[in-house]
């Protein structure tokens, strides 16, 4: 396949004046955290919050109603809410993960887990804790709570789908540290009703769509066995662990899952680029002649390219929220992050305090 340019596409949807300006991390004098308004009168308050976060996998193929894979994906789009016009911030995985848990890529195009050292910003953990709401993250196949290994021998866990890990106020400190356990753990605390108010799952290399590994191979092809096998993997774990939530104690109130992926899809060919790299609502521009520190030239963003993440389904489920509510306002990780933030009124991090471009999803929790 070839990489497609779909910067006009991404321009038509965004305001790229807006885009130039909040595209600059905090640490280079871009937004920091904000003042965050009162959520509105009509949000509905949730009381836990559950985020699952998959993989590498357009909206076409996820939902199109000739995949008989995604079947039970495809009931929960059209049972509840779905969020059509919603992407990636960019590529590759790492900087998506930061995007929804700190409002920024902080100029990230890497996987590279090394660069752990270099994220110490302001992140969800941080403002969960000063407000007293209670939070954890379950990894599949994290070999021990709080754990900083790369990758499993198996590649089953990589520590790149593991924002919580890539923090240093987090890994640094074990009681934060140690709020980062493996997906089992979930099946006890759902049975012993002791799930905290956010929860975050990252499911394995299978399971999430990506592939990869000796147990779940790339596809070859769009349409071969392996790619039917990874879309069947993730289906089957959305339908254990949502049904897992909405039939436990935790099922309270308004509370809702988010279940979403962090990018596009990617050519199954050489050099295996992205297959979409449309976005909106500060996904990085990259600039036509890159930055030439020696000589202070280049880097003018005028003429260049959109990044984006390419374009992904968003579904909500909430209890008492939306059924069969579709929104196609532009959307991305960073509206994830500000509906997260609005729940407990918690200050905007980075790119999510742009309420000009970036828009909660709240009209994908609201009763119609």
């Not at 911030?89 to 929804?100: D, E, M, Q």
């Amino acid at each position: 396949m070839r990489i497609r340019n779909l910067l006009a596409a991404a321009v038509a949807g965004a305001c790229i004046a807006g885009v130039v300006a909040w595209a600059i991390p905090a640490s280079a004098g871009g937004p920091g955290p904000g003042n965050a308004p009162p959520a509105p009168a009509a949000f509905p308050h949730m009381d836990h919050v559950f985020v699952i976060m998959m993989e590498n996998t357009a909206y076409a193929d996820l939902l199109s109603p000739t995949n008989t894979h995604t079947t039970f994906i495809q009931s929960l789009a059209n049972t509840y809410a779905l969020g059509t016009n919603y992407s990636g911030v960019t590529h590759v995985s790492l900087p998506n993960y930061l995007a929804a848990t700190s409002g920024s890529t902080w100029g990230s195009n890497s996987d590279d887990v090394n660069q752990a050292a270099l994220l110490d910003h302001t992140n969800i953990v941080d403002q969960l804790e000063q407000a007293g709401v209670s939070w954890k993250a379950y990894m599949e196949d994290l070999p021990s709570a709080g754990s900083t290994i790369a990758q499993t021998a198996d590649g089953l866990y990589v520590r790149k789908h593991n924002p919580f890990l890539l923090y240093p106020d987090v890994y640094n400190d074990s009681a934060r540290a140690n709020k980062v356990v493996p997906l089992s753990q979930l099946t006890t605390d759902l049975s012993t009703n002791d799930v905290p108010q956010f929860v975050w799952i990252t499911p394995n290399q299978c399971n999430n769509m990506h592939g990869g590994t000796s147990a779940c191979p790339f596809a070859d092809s769009p349409d071969d066995a392996n790619q039917a096998a990874l879309y069947q993997d993730g289906n089957d774990f959305l339908q254990t662990w949502v049904t897992a939530i909405m039939n436990s104690k935790a099922w309270t109130g308004n509370s809702a899952i988010f279940v979403t992926w962090d990018e596009g899809s990617f050519a199954d060919d050489a050099p295996f680029g992205p297959n979409d790299i449309s976005g909106c609502c500060d996904s990085p521009i990259l600039p036509a002649t890159p930055a030439n520190p020696a000589t202070g030239g280049g880097g003018d963003l005028n003429g260049g390219t959109v990044y984006g993440g390419g374009h992904v389904p968003m579904i909500v489920v909430a209890r008492n929220g939306a059924r069969g509510v579709t929104d196609d306002t532009a959307a991305n990780h960073y509206s994830l992050l500000q509906t997260i933030e609005q729940n407990w009124n918690l200050p905007y991090l980075g790119n999510a305090s742009d309420t000009v471009q970036v828009h909660s999803l709240r009209s994908l929790l609201a009763n119609q």
